[in-house]
């Protein structure tokens, strides 16, 4: 009877140990959902493939005529990438896409689609074209060109923000990024470069809208951050790409996705720069 009753005691113990185990590798693994805009090319296009390369399902939008080139091999490469049409400053085609992802949570969603110079001279599909500065100096400012960089880098995140909203406020982790930069600041020195007014302008106002936002929802416990990406080497950017302290698309984003899984409601409604320090602006 010793024998049997010690068996059974060694039995016992050895299930306590295996059980946990068990219950651990049956638990279903968490499948985080993000939205990122603009995700034809530079940032918007990194954040995509390294997000997909972490495993999530990523929701990547972009408002050319077709699939871009590069993101369709990104898709190619990873099967969670879902690629949408998405004119940002368009709340007809936010609301088409919105009922297409009814029900599904949204756990970051990025708004990083904006326009900074004068692209008129590109062709609609040219990545690496670099754009016209000169249209936002004073003197010879592109009004025009003033009420497209408005449209998609001011009224494009409010737009998509609040109609993806219940999608986030439906999700686990809760959180909305807009991608700003430092031209958003406005305690620079008064001495420091003149130009890109009307980029610089447009940035300023987004970091404004989006602490207000981050207000309207806080009661939701859905947070807001600006994230300034720094100087960054993209397709259009390539002549700089030397100048000292500039980072790489693939260097800023890793840094900015670090940040973005750090973030808490303490943070919500800051302007952060890449590695989550914070910014003044």
Known sequence: MRNRSTSARRLAARLLCVLPALFIVSMPVRAETVLVTGANSGIGLEFTRQYAAKGWTVIATHRRSSNPKLLLEVAGKYDKVRIEHLDVTS????????????????????????????????????EECPGDWSSQNFGSLKFALYDTILAVNVKGPLIVTQTFYPNVKASRLKKIVAISSSN????????????????????AALNREMQIVARSVRADGVSVVMLNPGAT??????????????????????????????????????????DGKTEPW
């Open 233 to 274: 080497v993209t397709e259009r950017q390539k002549n700089p790409r030397n100048f000292p302290g500039m980072l790489t698309s693939a260097q800023t984003v890793q840094h900015m996705i670090d940040t973005i899984d750090r973030t808490t409601m303490k943070e919500t409604g800051q302007f952060l720069r890449y």
């Open 184 to 203: 958003a600041s406005l305690t620079g020195d008064v001495n420091q470069s003149a130009g890109i007014m009307l980029y610089r302008a447009s940035k």
């Open 91 to 126: 709340p007809d085609e936010a609301n088409a896409l919105a009922g297409r992802l009814a029900n599904v949570p949204i756990d970051v969603l990025i708004n990083n689609a904006g326009v900074y110079n004068d692209r008129s001279g590109c062709a609609p599909e040219d």
